[in-house]
């Protein structure tokens, strides 16, 4: 199970409402978790002014939208939003969300390497009874 | 109609709960914001500070049997737990933030010939507030807790610790999936069965949504890993300050704690060489809830030797 990074010409939603998932206000919380984003997602300071967001599907078929966030003084981006793009007014379900979200992380954790694991990731979900884990 | 938000009707406690904290609810705005606390009896106060990410109610068993010993008891929820306001962002959160609410709650109150009992992060903004107005305090306990820049193994290891509050990670653990009440909590008693039966639904009631827990993972990265990291002053300031104080102190720890491992009990003592203790209880990282009375008999008879006045 994983993720896959998609432009936003490949969004299959149509016309999707945003459904707010989450907010990391503190990427640079550890440095490393900021780079694997600016790399993955090919990120330029130009971003902070007006850029694209960044999108991914999961293998459940939803597709996520991930909004950079710049704040003074830190560099960008200092935090980044996830939200849900979900079709017209169906109903979100909290449960199919966070198994994707799970999955985003297992995504990236490997690309920010070192001494996050996959498996440090996956044993601290074990003994935190995330069922996906 | 009603339309207050969710965490201002929970103020309205439902009865399973408020039976095991039958107190009336007092609000004192600080800093802008709501906090809400427990005030019962009268005599000499003392102030009772709980942690991540607990509320007053950890102290529930502990407000009575005080009290009936002739004590004014005082429980506050900080600022972002229990039924107090929570700010809805990370960067409102910092230690010097949650010193200054809890100074400014202190001297509201007006309270002098203090006794400081504080576990987890009560312990940094108890003591905080106890080195900045020594005249106003008769002692301090702490509790599982710390006082120093440098961090735990537990604190400084990945797993599993570091892993819960990385960068995204740490919004879907601790705010999605609620992990630490749910299951940090568990993990951190000895008395389990009966934790589950009494107390988890309260932790549980007052964290009812992602907004409600934020604080419960900003916490954590408060911990200074590192010399430079945001709260490494404060903590250099509030060992070095320690060092020097001779406010009477009380050390009471948890036999089987890990977050705060033996090591940091020897430490407050090296600290403060005067105090009493370290005193070993049955308890893990919460000890509030496995051994309450046994505890609340150490800080009695601790008291009435600070007041000359013999053991209870």
């Not at chain 2, 060489?273 to 809830?289: D, N, R």
Request: with cysteine.
């Amino acid at each position: 199970m994983s993720i896959e990074i998609v432009t936003a010409a490949d969004i299959r939603a149509k016309n999707p409402r945003r459904v707010f998932v989450m907010v990391e206000e503190r990427l640079g919380h550890y440095a490393g978790f900021r780079e694997a984003l600016v790399a993955a997602f090919a990120l330029t300071p130009a971003h902070a002014d007006g850029g694209p967001a960044g999108y991914f599907r999961a293998s459940s078929g939803r597709e996520y939208e991930l909004v950079f966030v710049s704040r003074s003084g830190q560099r960008f981006p200092s935090g980044v939003e996830i939200h849900a793009l979900v079709p017209g007014f169906d109903a979100i379900e909290t449960d199919a969300i966070d198994e994707d979200i799970w999955h985003f992380l297992e995504w990236l954790i490997p690309c920010v390497g070192g001494e996050w694991t996959l498996e440090t990731l996956r044993s601290t979900g074990k003994v935190y009874k995330i069922p996906w884990a | 109609m009603s339309t207050s938000p969710d965490y201002t009707v929970a103020s309205e406690l439902p009865p399973e709960i408020r039976k095991h904290y039958p107190f009336a609810s007092r609000f004192m705005r600080v800093n802008g914001h709501r906090m809400h606390y427990v005030d019962e009896g009268e005599g000499d106060p003392v102030l009772l500070l709980h942690g991540n990410p607990t509320w007053s109610f950890l102290y529930r068993k502990f407000i009575p049997l005080l009290k009936a010993a002739g004590y004014r008891v005082i429980a506050p929820d900080h600022i972002g737990f229990g039924l107090s306001d929570k700010p809805a962002r990370e960067h409102d959160y910092s230690l010097e933030n949650h010193i200054a609410n809890l100074a400014g709650f202190i001297r509201r109150l007006g309270l002098k010939r203090l006794t400081v009992v504080c576990q987890d992060w009560g312990g940094p903004t108890g003591l905080a507030c106890a080195l900045l107005d020594p005249a106003a305090i008769k002692a301090v306990v702490v509790m599982n807790t710390w006082a120093w820049p440098e961090p735990t193994v537990f604190h400084s290891s990945v797993f599993p610790w570091r892993m819960m509050h990385a960068p995204v990670v740490a919004p879907y653990l601790f705010q999605r999936r609620n992990i630490l009440v749910e299951r940090g909590l568990y993990l951190s008693v000895v008395h389990r069965e009966r934790f589950l039966a009494e107390a988890l639904p309260a932790y549980r009631f007052v964290m009812p949504d992602y907004d409600s827990r934020l604080l419960t993972r900003v916490f954590p990265r408060l911990i200074p890993l590192q010399s430079d990291d945001r709260s490494a002053a404060t903590m250099r300031w509030l060992e070095q300050s320690l060092r020097s104080s001779t406010i009477p102190a009380l050390i009471v720890w948890g036999k089987e704690e890990i977050v705060f491992p033996a090591e940091c009990a020897q430490r407050f003592k090296a600290l403060l060489p005067h105090a009493k203790g370290p005193l070993w209880v049955t308890g893990s990282h919460f000890l509030q809830e496995d051994s309450p009375e046994e505890i609340c008999w150490h800080i009695l008879a601790f008291l009435s030797g600070v007041d000359g006045r013999g053991q209870p």
